[in-house]
């Protein structure tokens, strides 16, 4: 994994606006959009303090043989096949379920009932765009009362 991707993912896993990042590096813009497409490296105390607010170390970044671990949601964000504003949205959706998953008046029942509802729903649309009818064996499984 090259610098470049490292970058993009532990610049949005670290919660920052690249906007506001290059400004905490004291860097334009411009310059972090050069570093992210490959065009220009970052000299080494940019590269120094780019480590410290990615609460990463140096060669984390430089060494193409070490690659980052990345959760579900950083998978399809950075490697989606859709195009980036589906995907934005599908961000957006999945901060949204974790804000309501966190809630602790959210009853497990009905956590339980919410996510039976979203699989319902994605085998019946995965259903329309096929040829195939709705595995109501599989959907069962997630209709259960347990």
Known sequence: MEIQEKLEILIKRNGYKKSDFASALGITYRALAN???GSRFPRQKILSDMAVLLDTDEETLIDNNISLSLSSEEKLYFYGSSDSEILENADEVLA???KLLS???FTDDDKRAFFNCVAEKY???KAKNSDSPIDTELLSCYNTNS
Request: proline share 0%.
């Open 35 to 37: 570093y992210i497409n």
């Open 96 to 98: 949204s379920v974790e």
């Open 103 to 105: 809630d602790k008046k």
């Open 123 to 125: 085998f019946r649309e």
